[in-house]
C-alpha cells in the first residue's frame, strides 16, 4: 500500500519558499536529523505498523479518517517554525488564518457575527460551550442518553447537575420526555447532538428550539461528528430540518478532525453572540504586548495552541471551501450514500438485522439470533471474523428497548444491551468500496 510520499516533494517546494522569507537573518543553520536520529525514525515506523489500516476504504470501523494531503503537509510545513496560536506574539499568521477558517465554519451554519476558535477537541470544545453557557443562564444541562458521553463528565468538572434525557427508536432526543423534565427542572442549557457518536442519530432541533422559546433554557448544539453535513444534499427531511435550524442554537461544536480531513487536535466551538468574550477576561502580565489585535488567548480556555492546527484547516478550506454544492460537500455525499447502501445490503440480507436507517453514515447492525445474548456474542465473532479478511468494523452496545423497537418479539431480550456492529462510513471511498465490502459479508455468513 501506498502512503503517499509523493506530497513530500510539493512538502520541499514549499519549505523552501518558507525558508526565503528569513533570508535578511545572519546564517544560522537549523538542526537536522543526523544518522542516529534516522536510526529511530525507521524505528518509528516499523512500530506504528502495529496499526490499523485506519487510511484504508476497507477500514469501515471507528470515526477515523484520513487528513487530506494538504492538511497533513501544510501541518508539517507550519511544523518548522511550530507558532502559538495563543498570542499574536507565536503566532501571527496562523492566528489570523485561524480567524478566517473559524468564520468559514460558522458561515456553514449561516453565521456572519460569531465568537469562536480552534481547540484541542470535541470534548474541550463542549467544556467551554457549557462552561460559557452556565454563565449566561445557571441550571441544569439536559442531554440525550446517546450524547457523547462526556457531557456528564464535563458537567462534573463544571460542578453543574447533569441529567440524560431518553431516547426514542431511532436513538434522538425523545421530546415528550424532554418536557416532562424541562417543566419539572430548573434547566440551564439543553445540548442536541446533531450526529451521536455510537447510532448517527440527530436530535429534533426545530423541535428543541420551540420549547426553548417557551422555557428559556440554553441550545447547544454538539454536531462534533455530525456538523459537515450541513452542506450535504442527501439527507432524510427531517435531519436536513435539523442542521438548517442549527444556526438558531447558541452555541456549536464541530470537529474538523472528524469528518473535515484535519490532523487531530482540531476541534471548534462557535457562539452566536459574541458578547460571550467578555466571559474570558484575564489580566496574563506577560502574553498580549504585539498587537492591540484580538489575540486568541483571550477568548480560550486552553492556552498553547498548535498554530499549525489553523494552518491545515485554513489550507483545505482554500482547496475544498466548505459550501454547498462543492467537492467538499459531495465528498460527504458519497459517505452517506455509501451508509444507505450499506444498510439496504443489510436489510436485504438472511444473515443480519437491521437496526434503524442511518442518519449520516453510520450504520449498526447485527447478525441473526434468537436472543440479545447470542446477537451478541456473533457480533464479537463477525468482527473477527471480518478483520480475518481484512475489513475492519466496530462494535457497538445497543440498549435493548432501541433494539427491541426494531427486532420485536423475534428476539428474547436476555441482558440490558445488545453488541451490535457498527461501521462509520466516513470515507468518500467507501462509497465504491461498498460492493468489496459486501462480497467480505456475505462470504462470511455463507450466503
Ligand atoms: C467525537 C465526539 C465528541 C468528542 O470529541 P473529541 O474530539 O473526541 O474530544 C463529542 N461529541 C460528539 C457528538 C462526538 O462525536
Excluded at 469501515?60 to 517554525?81: D, I, N, V
Aim: proline share 6%.
Amino acid at each position: 500500500m501506498n502512503l503517499d510520499a509523493e506530497s513530500l516533494a510539493a512538502l520541499r517546494d514549499a519549505l523552501t519558499h518558507l525558508s526565503t522569507g528569513f533570508d535578511t537573518l545572519p546564517n544560522h543553520d537549523a538542526d537536522t536529523l543526523d544518522d542516529a536520529g534516522r536510526g529511530v525514525l525507521l524505528r518509528v515506523a516499523e512500530r506504528l505498523t502495529d496499526n490499523y489500516p485506519y487510511h484504508h476504504p476497507l477500514y469501515a470501523g471507528q470515526m477515523l479518517k484520513p487528513p487530506h494531503p494538504l492538511a497533513r503537509t501544510a501541518y508539517q510545513l507550519a511544523m518548522w517554525l511550530n507558532p502559538n496560536n495563543h498570542a499574536l506574539d507565536g503566532g501571527r499568521a496562523s492566528s489570523a488564518m485561524e480567524k478566517e477558517a473559524v468564520a468559514e465554519l460558522a458561515g456553514m451554519f449561516g453565521w456572519t457575527e460569531h465568537l469562536g476558535h480552534l481547540c484541542g477537541g470535541g470534548t474541550m470544545a463542549n467544556l467551554e460551550a457549557l462552561w460559557v453557557s452556565d454563565q449566561r443562564r445557571r441550571g441544569m444541562v439536559l442531554a440525550s442518553s446517546q450524547a457523547h458521553y462526556t457531557h456528564g463528565r464535563i458537567s462534573g468538572v463544571l460542578g453543574l447537575e447533569f441529567a440524560a434525557v431518553p431516547v426514542d427508536p431511532s436513538g434522538a432526543m425523545d421530546l415528550a420526555a424532554l418536557e416532562r423534565l424541562v417543566a419539572a427542572h430548573d434547566v440551564g442549557t439543553v445540548v442536541a447532538t446533531l450526529g451521536t457518536t455510537g447510532l448517527g442519530a440527530v436530535d429534533p432541533l426545530p423541535e428543541i428550539l420551540s420549547l426553548r422559546d417557551q422555557y428559556g433554557f440554553r441550545v447547544h448544539v454538539d454536531a462534533a461528528y455530525g456538523g459537515y453535513f450541513v452542506l450535504t444534499d442527501n439527507l432524510e427531511e427531517q435531519t436536513r430540518a435539523a442542521f438548517a435550524s442549527a444556526g438558531q442554537a447558541d452555541s456549536i461544536v464541530i470537529d474538523p478532525h472528524k469528518h473535515g480531513l484535519q490532523p487531530y487536535g482540531c476541534g471548534c466551538v462557535l457562539f452566536a453572540d459574541p458578547d460571550v468574550g467578555r466571559l474570558y477576561q484575564h489580566d496574563s502580565p506577560y502574553t498580549y504586548f504585539t498587537s492591540d489585535d484580538l489575540h486568541l488567548g483571550e477568548i480560550t480556555l486552553e492556552c498553547s495552541r498548535a498554530g499549525a492546527s489553523a494552518v491545515a484547516l485554513w489550507a483545505t478550506h482554500q482547496l475544498l471551501p466548505p459550501a454547498r454544492g462543492g467537492k467538499f460537500a459531495e465528498s460527504l455525499e458519497h459517505c452517506r450514500s455509501a451508509a444507505l447502501r450499506l444498510h439496504r445490503y443489510i436489510e436485504k440480507s438472511p444473515d443480519y438485522l437491521p437496526l434503524m436507517p442511518p442518519a449520516l453514515d453510520i450504520v449498526v447492525w447485527a447478525p441473526q439470533g434468537d436472543s440479545a445474548s447470542i446477537i451478541s456474542s456473533r457480533s464479537e465473532a463477525l468482527f473477527t471474523a471480518a478483520a480475518g479478511r481484512d475489513l475492519h468494523l466496530a462494535l457497538l452496545s445497543v440498549p435493548a428497548d432501541i433494539a427491541r423497537a426494531h427486532w420485536g418479539d423475534a428476539v428474547t431480550y436476555d441482558a440490558d444491551t445488545v453488541v451490535c456492529l457498527r461501521s462509520t462510513l466516513m470515507k468518500p471511498e467507501h462509497d465504491a468500496w461498498l460492493p468489496e465490502i459486501e462480497k467480505i459479508l456475505t462470504a462470511i455468513s455463507g450466503h
